[in-house]
């Protein structure tokens, strides 16, 4: 059974060294007001502290993956004081400082998504390294049409998809369905229903598990610095990374491989595993 712990919004159980992150607020469609956020944050920061967990799983429960910013929150911000700081920029740049720690999280991060995935939601897929979808899920960069701006994900979706398909989702409103969105490359791959969805989750976490979970670690963080910093610095620190993983999980690797077995690190997932590690209840 997979240790768990829970608030009202978001509940997080690990299995095999997988976090499981659910979002349940089904009545709200899983909007991301500012305690789902928080139990994200908290879930992220487990993450980056424990060296044993080796991926983050986000979904929906309720059928919805999330409908994006707490609409319903808005007023109360707009009637806030803001004779010193202004209120509504505050609570939104929050947000993006959680987005800022999502992406950079070490570790594999996948959304599995069903129904909406609108606004902050979306763009909480587009932090995603792997992006699961059924084939009806619905993704839109919505805000525009509240006469307000993708402003904390844009950057995310633009890393994501590319500033062409960003500014006409954006400019536009447009939904897409799953098939649409995997045409642009925001979805990786489809599951014909929730079922098949947890049998995919399972697929792409096995396939993880067969990974270093400290080289998994290395390589994400590489990969973020390059096309940030001198290529040159960027290769000598690389070089003794290489040097560090060869002489930790590098040497088990290399045996696994000579003696045709598998690591010593390895983990297989199944469907019922995911599915229990999911549940709401």
């Known amino acids: 059974m997979p240790d ?77 004081d803001a004779s010193q700081e202004d209120p509504v920029a505050t609570r939104n740049r929050q947000f993006g400082y959680f987005m800022e720690r999502l992406s950079v999280l070490p570790v594999p991060v996948i959304a599995a998504v069903e129904g909406a995935a609108m606004g902050g939601g979306m763009g909480l897929a587009c932090a995603a390294d792997i992006v699961l979808a059924t084939r009806d899920a619905r993704f839109a960069l919505s805000e525009t049409t509240l006469g307000i701006v993708a402003a904390q994900i844009a950057p995310f979706v633009v890393q994501r998809l590319g500033a062409a398909a960003t500014r006409r989702l954006g400019l536009t409103g447009e939904r897409v369905s799953g098939e649409a969105a995997a045409a642009i490359g925001l979805v990786d791959q489809l599951a014909a229903d929730s079922a098949e969805l947890d049998a995919l989750i399972a697929e792409w976490l096995t396939r993880i598990g067969r990974c270093g979970p400290n080289a998994n670690r290395v390589f994400k963080t590489l990969v973020g610095r390059c096309g940030h910093e001198p290529l040159g610095p960027l290769l000598d620190q690389a070089s003794r990374q290489f040097a560090q993983c060869m002489r930790r999980e590098g040497a088990e690797g290399v045996a696994a491989f000579r003696d045709k077995r ?7 997932f199944d469907a019922d595993t995911v599915r229990t590690a999911q549940s709401t209840r």
Do not use: H, K, Y
């Open 262 to 268: 598998d690591a010593a690190w390895t983990v297989r």
């Open 4 to 80: 768990s712990s829970c608030n009202d919004a978001v509940i997080v159980r690990r299995a095999c060294g997988v976090l499981f992150a659910t979002l349940n607020i089904p009545a709200t469609r899983n909007a991301l007001a500012p305690e789902v956020v928080a139990a994200l944050a908290a879930a992220v920061a487990r993450a980056e502290a424990d060296p044993e967990v080796r991926a983050l799983v986000l979904r929906g429960a309720g059928g919805s993956f999330s409908a994006g910013g707490n609409v319903g929150s808005f007023q109360s911000r707009l009637d806030a």
